[in-house]
């Protein structure tokens, strides 16, 4: 369905105001970004990726001792990834970063993307695109209505988001060419970044996160971990994991917890896309090393998804009372308490139940309505999303 027939300048004079604050992005920093982990291992990289600065680097590295000393896990760390960002958290950042830069240097004024209708990518990109100056075209597919769900649809609105319903998977198909040759029309053909920010480009995001978790490694931060578990969603954060730990040669191995019943990611996919990302790399820099990428360079649990994709489940909300209550870290029900539920689950099973454990948490521990006045009334929404609130 399309968006009511107003003027984009009418619909965000309706949105509710953003608050004036600093903004994270000066000029020198969208110009020459600090060096990243990955520029600091192949030097020759640095300068020849475009990106724009959306995270602090690195993300810190703790050991969950209460938690560990209730379930009976020897050795149990996180990787705060909730804390990558100033204006949003968690897996986005990382890989918005370069796609965005990417739309950018290609001179394009918007970028469209797809997920749930709570999905917590496309909030993270109308936020960081908007703060570049682009424009957000959300395409939005049906999954369970919390009030989470409804929370996050009124932010989009909020940070100027365009928003598109489609109840199916084909819906989705039929609006993006829909979009895209309106966009043909008016000059303005957006940027499309695929489900998550997961393509070559952005996987990146997260070969240059698992060098940063070798420089803490290397600096007696954390004990190599023998296993990382990570939700498995659209799959970059995986796929990204995998390349980036054995270019940096370690042994730690990413156990993918399977978060999906949309398109769900396959082992065999999984390395595609890592071998895809390698070689974007090594056109930019051929110092970087080429490496065998194989499906067994993960492993996939499944079993966690529950009733779909966006449900809940009991032992997802179990886990996130228990790590709210133990460590003070917070979890999401759609992706990561479902991971971590695996985790505990697991943790006492062979092999894992020798090893040390880190749990990567991608979900963002930044609130964006804390930049808002408020949040706007449903009816400022399409009229495609009013029945979610009813």
Request: charged content about 20%; overall charge positive; aromatic content about 6%.
């Amino acid at each position: 369905m399309t968006r009511q027939a107003t003027s984009q300048a009418e619909i965000l004079s309706r949105a509710v105001a953003v608050e004036k604050r600093p903004t994270m992005l000066d000029k020198g920093d969208a110009m020459a970004p600090p060096p990243l982990a990955l520029e600091r291992r192949f030097p020759t990289l640095a300068g020849r990726l475009a990106r724009i600065k959306l995270t602090n680097l690195p993300t810190p590295v703790h050991p969950l001792p209460r938690l560990a000393r209730e379930q009976g896990i020897d050795r149990l760390w996180v990787k705060r990834d909730d804390q990558s960002g100033v204006l949003y958290g968690g897996n986005k950042p990382r890989k918005l970063e370069f796609l965005l830069a990417d739309a950018q240097r290609r001179g394009r004024r918007s970028v469209m993307t797809f997920g749930g209708i709570g999905t917590h990518h496309g909030l993270a990109t109308a936020i960081c695109a908007r703060e570049i100056g682009l424009r957000a075209i959300l395409v939005l597919l049906r999954q369970p209505v919390t009030e989470h769900v409804r929370r996050c649809l009124l932010l989009d609105h909020a940070y100027g988001a365009e928003l598109h319903y489609a109840p199916t998977v084909p819906r989705v198909a039929a609006t993006a060419l829909r979009l895209l040759a309106r966009g043909l029309v008016r000059r303005d053909i957006p940027y499309i970044i695929p489900t998550g920010g997961t393509s070559p480009l952005g996987t990146l995001g997260y070969v240059n996160a698992a060098f940063e978790l070798a420089e803490q490694i290397e600096n007696g931060e954390l004990p190599e971990p023998g296993s990382i578990f990570v939700p498995l969603g659209s799959g970059g954060t995986v796929a990204g994991l995998m390349l980036g730990l054995k270019l940096a040669g370690l042994r730690s191995r990413v156990i993918g917890v399977l978060v999906t019943d949309i398109l769900p990611p396959s082992p065999r996919s999984l390395a595609r896309l890592a071998r895809a990302s390698l070689r974007r790399l090594r056109r930019a820099a051929p110092e970087v090393p080429e490496v065998n990428l194989s499906e067994a360079d993960a492993t996939l649990i499944t079993g966690y998804v529950g009733k779909g994709y966006g449900a809940a489940t009991a032992e997802g909300e179990a886990a996130l009372q228990r790590v709210e209550t133990l460590e003070a870290i917070h979890l999401d029900p759609t992706y990561t308490a479902k991971c971590f539920a695996a985790l505990l689950q697991l943790a006492h099973q062979p092999p894992y139940r020798d090893q040390t454990i880190l749990f990567w948490n991608t979900y963002s521990s930044v609130d964006p309505a804390a930049a808002l006045r408020g949040l706007p009334d449903f009816r400022e929404l399409p009229a495609a999303f009013h029945a979610f609130y009813r």
